[in-house]
């Protein structure tokens, strides 16, 4: 399925949540051994613990139109997971909620994640290559906008996270280790390419 087809299509918010949140649970041990090298160390458990959060609204949050929904999942980002992580992610959330119509396009959604991800650099004052969530984000949103399939920006997602292992953090914990900081994939960017990889395979799904 083509990420328009997906977009055009009614969000099944209950499949969404569910199948992101397994997905981080699934990890959890990896993005902590990715933040054990560079970072606190809590990065999976933090993430985990969030998103665990949201999947225990599930039911409130599939009542509400998807703007709303997306709104109220970053708000609980927020609330839950810790350290600079739930600030970020909620943001996108947030913003997400606000730039996105209850019916949302293609066109739609990569406009509103054009804006969602411009709002979430400025709220961790960074930019692409500075091995954050960024280096993720933003090949994600250039391929949506190329038309690829949800397959297509999953997999440009991966090798975007991948790809943050030779860089140097500029931004964050990691950034206190300077040269020492390369080899590592960073956690924030591992962790939004499993974020990116279960919505899509979801809306490949057909859900």
């Known amino acids: 399925m083509t990420m328009e087809a997906a977009a055009m299509t009614k969000f099944d918010l209950t499949?969404?949540?569910?199948?992101?949140?397994?997905?981080?649970?699934?990890?959890?041990?990896?993005?902590?051994?990715?933040?054990?090298?560079?970072?606190?160390?809590?990065?999976?458990?933090n993430?985990?613990?969030?998103?665990?959060?949201?999947?225990?609204?599930?039911?409130?949050?599939?009542?509400k139109p998807l703007p709303e929904a997306l709104k109220a999942i970053g708000t609980k980002l927020v609330m839950t997971v810790g350290g600079a992580s739930g600030p970020l992610f909620g943001t996108l959330f947030m913003s997400l909620g606000k730039e996105l119509p209850a019916d949302p396009g293609r066109a739609d959604l990569a406009a509103a994640l054009a804006k969602s991800i411009d709002a979430v650099a400025a709220r961790g004052k960074s930019q692409a290559g500075q091995k954050t969530m960024l280096d993720v984000l933003y090949p994600v949103q250039a391929a949506v906008s190329a038309g690829k399939s949800a397959r297509e920006v999953a997999d440009a997602a991966d090798q975007a996270a991948e790809a943050t292992k030779p860089m140097k953090a500029i931004r964050g914990r990691a950034s206190f280790l300077g040269d020492r900081s390369i080899g590592h994939i960073d956690p924030g960017a591992r962790s939004t390419a499993l974020i990116v990889r279960a919505v899509a395979e979801t809306l490949e799904s057909g859900a």
Request: aromatic content about 2%.
């Open 15 to 45: 499949a969404l949540i569910t199948d992101v949140a397994d997905m981080i649970a699934a990890h959890a041990d990896e993005l902590t051994t990715l933040d054990q090298a560079i970072g606190d160390g809590d990065h999976g458990l």
């Open 47 to 63: 993430m985990k613990r969030g998103f665990e959060a949201v999947r225990a609204e599930t039911a409130a949050l599939a009542e």
